[in-house]
């Protein structure tokens, strides 16, 4: 049965695909707006180092969910993300046109496509600060833990993320299930939009080789500069924000706890590793249409990519 719900389309891929430039231009040929879905784009002041599009780089396209946190504030969850990624989704319905979504953080997409209802599972202060003191005990524990109660979460999480690590394992202890079932296509929870999704991928080698060239261009765009003024504001490393690759290996070596070859290093070793769980999570969901963009010219691609976004008999919305 045709449901009648207003359409979404969703541009997704690991970090250095290409999204943020092919999205531009398919914001343009369709008239219509980009909701980022990038979970550190949403920070002030972090710009090169989340790959933020500058305002050349928009084109004239508008932006939404950027620049909408600070490093410092309070903590921006997914439940956040939906309220306002919905919220101007919805405004740009409301001008006739249907809304873009680009990114690579899944769990963001997810949010808006996929009905999940962040109100389901409440937290456990008691369980949380156990699971805590235990990593700090043991570091490592956490993600062996995980590989054992919730396979699936642990392939996706890094063993040293800790905070995601501690709340998949607080969801399947609360809930008996893992946290990977409310990932699923569908998710928990009725969704308002019906999504139309396409992800970029190519070979291996190749994501490998623009991820070392993306982290170069990174740098000589400034990116050290960028970060030392974050440091010199003396925020405390943990926060989440500070996370985020790039950032929180140049803090390592301004702690002197590595060289800055070393930190480069990093940077690009970690890459490799986020872009390599990004596609284990996308790689789940059957809906995702898959365009291998060696396969295309660019204005090939485009086409593809535009043909898939749009129904046939809706080719305004």
């Not at 219509?32 to 979970?39: C, L, R």
């Not at 919730?150 to 998949?168: E, F, G, W």
């Amino acid at each position: 049965m045709k449901q009648n719900k207003p359409t979404i389309a969703v541009l997704l891929g690991p970090t250095a695909s290409g999204k943020t430039a092919l999205g531009v231009t398919i914001a343009k040929r369709l008239g219509t707006e980009i909701v980022s879905a990038d979970s550190m784009q949403i920070y002030r002041g972090m710009d090169i180092g989340s790959a933020k599009p500058t305002e050349e780089e928009m084109s004239g396209v508008a932006h939404h969910l950027l620049d909408v946190a600070d490093i410092d504030g309070p903590k921006f969850s997914a439940a956040e993300y939906q309220r306002l990624a919905r919220e101007a989704i919805d405004s740009i319905h409301a001008q006739g046109k249907m809304p873009l979504v680009v990114g690579g953080t899944g769990l963001y997409i997810n949010a808006l496509t996929s009905g999940l209802d962040f109100t389901e599972t409440a937290g456990d202060e008691a369980l949380r600060a156990q699971l805590a003191a235990q990593e700090a005990q043991r570091p490592g524990s956490l993600h062996v833990l995980l590989q054992k109660e919730d396979p699936a979460a642990a392939a996706r999480l890094h063993p040293h993320d800790t905070k995601r690590l501690i709340r998949a394992l607080e969801v399947k202890r609360l809930t008996g299930r893992p946290m990977e079932a409310d990932f699923a296509t569908g998710g928990a929870g009725d969704c308002p939009y019906t999504p139309r999704l396409v992800g970029l991928t190519m070979p291996r080698e190749l994501l490998y080789s623009r991820i070392e060239q993306r982290v170069d261009a990174m740098l000589a765009r400034g990116l050290v500069a960028e970060a030392r003024s974050i440091w010199a504001r003396g925020y405390d490393r943990n926060l989440p924000a500070l996370q985020a690759l790039g950032y929180k290996q140049l803090f390592a070596h301004f702690a002197g706890e590595c060289s800055f070859d070393e930190a480069v290093e990093a940077i690009k070793r970690e890459t490799r590793r986020f872009a390599k769980r990004q596609l284990t999570w996308f790689r789940r969901d059957s809906r995702i249409a898959w365009l291998d963009i060696t396969q295309y010219s660019p204005v090939g691609l485009l086409n593809a990519a535009c043909d898939l976004l749009q129904a046939e008999g809706d080719k305004s919305l």
